[in-house]
């Protein structure tokens, strides 16, 4: 079972355009890459531990 959670968000419809071309230059789904900025930003901000700072 997946420990992912749907969760609804509005969005500005020209940002949501420039994070879905990053998307595609990076070869993500647009939903892979907010949620890979959302856990970028929070590591840097020291308020979420990576996978590998856990082992």
Known sequence: MS???PFLIR???KLLEAVQRWANDDLRSLNGQI???L???LQQ???FKSA???R
Do not use: N, T, V
């Open 3 to 5: 420990d992912r959670k």
């Open 11 to 13: 969005i500005d419809r």
């Open 35 to 37: 949620e890979f900025l």
């Open 39 to 41: 856990r970028r930003s």
């Open 45 to 47: 901000a020291g308020r």
């Open 52 to 54: 590998e700072e856990d």
